[in-house]
């Protein structure tokens, strides 16, 4: 666990120069600039942004970076030094939904720009016609785990949505940037995902997690310090790789649109959670009771969260992360073997709380540890996969980063 971004004075610097060079040996010439947007891991609030209720994401010193230039003929050239394939170049009668691959994420984002009528040479709606318009050569580079439940793909979208809103001069704030990049998400790759992993990538702010409200996008930042406390709060990352587009996810979010209907509210939110059981008695289906369950009692424990860290009650948020997870395993049945592991192992090995973060089948968890006991507690983790026969799981330090930025100004 020694080592990595979070250790590494020099990185972004690094960062930059590594961006730079790539950009000249692919596109020719120099990026007008480089910019940065990070993953994300998810404290406490999990399924709930998709229901209009409240979460609480941290920022990850791990980051995707992208390098870019104008173009003024409507051509995006996609470059991804992460990514087997080359580069690809899209025309812009190309850009539509169904472009596949890595690519389909910055494409999205140029796309839900170009329908805004935000990007100049483009009408409202999009209606540019012709090859003119704004185009952008991207290079990219990336540290984000893919797969592991930390938003690589927020990072990737939130970092090109930056790139083009300060090279085109959008003056877009920070919430409209991470609405876009949903947009592009959910309407061009074609993943119903909430807003938290966009606006966790586009807002936060080091040292703080971000309790955000998912219906009116009002957020504040909450103080994490975790160092001053004696703590740390690791990720662990199963390798076990999740593939949220495979129909789970999208059958969860309709599953909980359907119970919504069916208790005559506008979203899961706006049960209170006094009225829970009432709710669950009223539910024609009982396939959705679980996770109508689910949502409210995680919405709970969002305000409980939040509350203990306002008065600097760190040491108490670990049993409501372990409660989360329960949650998250018995009643939304996104967890896995793996995931289960990790949380069992590491609460029995003195860790104060642990759960699944992200959207599940895979990923990744996080370990509220203290400080002194986190290399036994990270030992015991990876001892536990070897004698489960699993692959050996990645853990690394999560510590509160800033959000999007641009590296070279």
């Not at 592991?148 to 920070?174: H, W």
């Not at 009982?286 to 949502?295: G, K």
Request: charged content about 20%; glycine content about 14%; aromatic content about 4%.
């Amino acid at each position: 666990m020694s080592g990595g971004p979070e250790t590494d004075p020099d990185r972004y610097p690094a960062a930059v120069r590594r961006a730079a060079d790539g950009f000249r040996a692919v596109h020719g010439g120099d990026p007008e600039g480089v910019w940065a947007a990070p993953g994300r891991a998810n404290l406490i609030g999990e399924h709930t942004d998709y229901n209009d209720g409240s979460v609480m994401p941290f920022a990850l010193p791990h980051t995707t970076v992208v390098a870019a230039a104008r173009r003024d003929d409507g051509v995006l050239r996609l470059h991804s030094a992460d990514t087997s394939g080359g580069t690809v170049r899209l025309a812009p009668g190309e850009l539509a939904p169904g472009t596949g691959g890595w690519a389909a994420y910055p494409a999205g984002v140029v796309w839900a720009l170009r329908e805004a009528g935000l990007l100049p040479g483009t009408g409202e709606g999009g209606g540019a016609g012709g090859d003119g318009g704004a185009g952008a050569d991207l290079y990219v580079t990336s540290d984000v785990p893919t797969g592991a439940g930390l938003s690589s793909s927020a990072a990737l979208e939130v970092a090109t949505a930056l790139a083009l809103n300060d090279l085109y001069g959008l003056g877009l704030p920070a919430e409209r940037i991470a609405a876009l990049c949903r947009r592009a998400e959910n309407d061009y790759v074609g993943v119903p995902c909430g807003i938290m992993d966009q606006m966790a990538s586009a807002c936060c702010t080091a040292g703080h997690v971000l309790h955000l409200d998912t219906r009116d996008l009002s957020h504040r930042q909450v103080p994490f310090d975790l160092p001053a406390a004696g703590l740390r709060l690791l990720v662990v990352d199963t390798r076990v790789k999740h593939a949220l587009a495979d129909g789970e996810y999208a059958r969860r979010r309709a599953g909980c649109e359907t119970a919504a209907r069916a208790l005559g509210v506008r979203a899961l939110r706006d049960v209170p959670p006094g009225e829970l059981a009432a709710a669950l008695a009223a539910l024609p289906d009982p396939a959705l009771r679980p996770l109508v369950r689910h949502v409210v009692t995680e919405d709970e424990r969002v305000r409980e969260a939040a509350a203990l860290l306002d008065t600097g009650a760190i040491r108490a948020v670990g049993p409501v992360l372990t409660a989360g997870h329960a949650s998250l395993r018995d009643d939304y049945a996104v967890s896995c073997p793996e995931l289960d592991l990790v949380v069992e192992t590491a609460n029995a090995a003195g860790a104060l709380g642990a759960r699944m973060t992200g959207g599940g089948f895979g990923g990744s968890a996080v370990v509220l540890v203290e400080a002194a006991g986190a290399e036994e507690i990270g030992r015991a983790v990876t001892d536990a996969f070897a004698a489960a026969g699993h692959r050996a799981p990645r853990l690394f330090g999560a510590v509160p980063s800033a959000g999007a930025r641009r590296l070279d100004g």
